[in-house]
């Protein structure tokens, strides 16, 4: 049986064995699911991985509900979009321990203008850091163990690969999220189907400024730029902007969860440990385009 995925040893298309569930190309590489519930299929040389006390508080601030204003006008987004009948895979790059995806599937299935594209939705979350899906993986099987007989799963499929190459045949995907990340590269657009949906959520000037400030000294505020592909349609923009009461620890983790963390020395950090936000602004800009 065909599957979307890609031998990550010969480039070759994937067949799905029925009998194990694993994965078969022609020339006869196979790949088994791990044991702890994700796909490994490749491995970055040097992949951007948190520590567990750094995951434990970024996942900590994001179930708290933080983000809950991206996680809505996302799912608006997909609401917007007009995706066709039948099965829709979603795919959620770069995808971390997971948060987007779980929040955004479940505000879905209680929507009811979004129920019947969740009870369509084939989601798979794919990201570097094999200990991010470890924790994925495992929240979604501890929360499938609470469901009472009768219930469906409802499954999301993790997997473990090297982002410069994706391990999916061309044109896989009606819709793709890409949450707090750049686009970079034809990958994406590569495995986003004709007519298929991306949609981006990227900081806008003012995210974290006060936070920023610190690691910057002389920051000065820039004019919003937009995400631009010539092979995308840009169809839709929304400014989602809001402020945060937040103490230090929340701040650092936070802070963690931008590309610039790097920049910010030991005093810096001890800065934003022993200081408060009354009104950290949180700017994103939320776009919605489709493949040409």
């Known amino acids: 049986m065909k599957s979307l995925y890609l031998c990550p040893v010969c480039d070759q298309p994937l067949l799905i064995h029925e009998a194990s569930g694993g994965l078969h190309c022609a020339k006869k590489h196979h790949l088994d699911k791990h044991e702890n519930g994700y796909w490994i299929f490749s491995q970055a040389k040097k992949p951007q991985i948190d520590s567990r006390q750094v995951m434990r508080a970024k996942r900590f601030l ?13 799912e608006a987004m997909i609401r917007k979009a007009d995706l066709a009948t039948g099965e829709i895979s979603y795919l959620d790059y770069d995808c971390g321990e997971g948060y987007y995806l779980r929040a955004i599937k479940a505000l879905l299935a209680q929507s009811p203008e979004g129920q019947g594209i969740a009870s369509q ?97 002389d920051l000065t505020e820039k004019a919003v730029n937009l995400p631009k592909s010539a092979e995308l349609e840009l169809l839709h923009t929304e400014q989602v902007s809001f402020t945060l009461c937040v103490d230090g620890a929340q701040a650092l983790a936070l802070l963690e969860m931008t590309p610039y963390a790097w920049r910010a020395n030991e005093k810096v950090r001890k800065q934003l440990a022993s200081s408060s936000f009354d009104k950290l602004e949180i700017d994103f800009m939320i776009t919605l385009s489709k493949k040409r």
């Open 62 to 74: 994001l179930e708290s509900g933080i983000f809950q204003p991206v996680v809505d006008n996302v």
């Open 121 to 217: 939705m084939s989601a798979y979350g794919i990201t570097e850091a094999e200990n991010a899906l470890f924790s994925a993986a495992k929240i979604q099987a501890e929360a499938n163990s609470l469901l009472e007989e009768g219930d469906e799963q409802n499954d999301s499929t993790f997997i473990v690969s090297t982002l410069k190459r994706l391990p999916f045949v061309d044109e896989s995907f009606e819709l793709i999220t890409l949450i707090d990340k750049q686009l970079k590269g034809k990958e994406l657009i590569r495995v986003l189907k004709p007519g298929g949906y991306l949609i981006q959520v990227s900081p806008a000037p003012r995210h974290l400024w006060q936070i920023k400030s610190h690691v910057y000294p």
